[in-house]
């Protein structure tokens, strides 16, 4: 039996987290906390807001799924990896905010660390047990989202609702935004860097607007290994949770019979920046890649209020980035004031756009 805690339990991942907890008899809920809406009875242990490591502490749980949206999830990634308590991870913005801590916080506790993100949970089971000098690069895909094929001047005046309307993945409003500003990507970009420990130039992004295929691994002898399925995130949760049994979901095999159509293009930067700014950003390192995060946690916000244009999202995180004095993130004192001067930083440069 493994008991869970689900942090995040009201979102779309959590809703989902507690489909296949309830279809699956050795899974346990123990514990869950949401935001803000009231949970009273989901598990035997709930919290609302607050610390949630204060729950961690009291449920002691065998696995963590961390649902949480934003930098808000970083104490209970940390938790989890400095006790080697098995974390499955949908939260991907504490792993690129503090990725270096979050690594070696991992190492130290010994735990598993499993990517409940589709591309990272199909890259870790493409490469999982290779030797790393065989592989020459990974690559992630991206749908494009629901303004693939636009160009920047098309997107001036595109609304939140449009920006909302994703084709093919069916997720939470923050990161369905960073879908259509590419954003997702470039986050999962730094993701995959921490996660996999791949040199960046050994990452690369494609779009793929099916979402078929959800990772593709070249090996040095010119095989790759692509892992495919349809967009559905039962698939990635249930893996990471029941892993390594990989149970049984309700999701359907691939109909090959119908036909499968592979389309693959070159990301366009130009009108999509945040992807090359995130690019950026990691390879420069230290509190910069969570001075991304952050600017783009805070421009998503605005442009959610009806507070910033589209295009303000990525005017925002480029000039966020431009002004904050990179800092070597040492520790999680750092990585917190990092995070608290580009949000004001990009707080500021949101309201004069
Ligand atoms: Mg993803």
Request: glycine residues 8%.
């Amino acid at each position: 039996m493994k008991r869970i805690a689900l942090l995040g339990a009201t979102g779309s991942i959590g809703r989902q987290a507690l489909e296949i907890i309830a279809a699956h008899p050795d899974l346990e809920l123990a514990a869950a906390a949401s935001g803000s809406q009231p949970i009273d009875g989901l598990a035997p242990l709930t919290q609302v807001g607050g610390d949630l490591t204060e729950l961690l502490e009291r449920a002691q749980p065998d696995v963590v799924l961390n649902a949480v949206v934003g930098f808000a999830g970083l104490p209970a990634t940390l938790w989890s990896l400095e006790r080697g308590v098995d974390l499955a991870l949908a939260n991907k913005e504490s792993l690129v905010a503090a990725g270096e801590l979050a690594t070696s916080a991992w190492r130290r506790g010994g735990g598993r660390l499993l990517p409940v993100d589709s591309e990272h949970s199909a890259a870790q089971q493409c490469l999982e047990g290779r030797a790393p000098e065989t592989v020459r690069s990974l690559v992630l895909t991206a749908s494009g989202g629901p303004f693939r094929g636009r160009s920047r001047e098309e997107l001036g005046d595109v609304t939140p609702a449009e920006a909302l309307a994703h084709p093919t993945w069916n997720m939470g409003p923050k990161i369905t935004v960073d879908s259509a500003t590419l954003a997702n990507k470039g986050l999962e970009l730094i993701e995959a860097h921490f996660l996999f420990g791949l040199d960046y130039e050994q990452i690369e992004v494609v779009i793929h607007p099916t979402s078929t295929v959800h990772a593709l691994v070249r090996f040095r002898d010119g095989a790759a290994l692509a892992h495919f399925g349809y967009p559905d995130m039962r698939v990635p949760i249930s893996f990471a949770l029941t892993y390594p049994d990989r149970a049984a979901t309700p999701v359907p095999p691939l109909d090959l019979a119908s036909g499968l159509t592979l389309e693959f293009a070159a990301p366009d930067l130009e009108t999509f920046p945040l992807l090359a700014l995130a690019r950026r950003a990691g390879e420069q390192g230290g509190t910069y890649p969570c001075a991304f995060n952050a600017a783009n946690e805070v421009a998503v916000a605005a442009f959610l209020e009806g507070r910033l244009p589209f295009l303000g999202i990525a005017e925002t995180v480029e000039e966020t980035l431009a002004s904050v004095e990179g800092a070597p993130a040492r520790n999680l004192n750092e990585v917190v004031e990092a995070n608290a001067e580009a949000r004001r930083l990009a707080e500021r440069t949101a309201a004069t756009a």
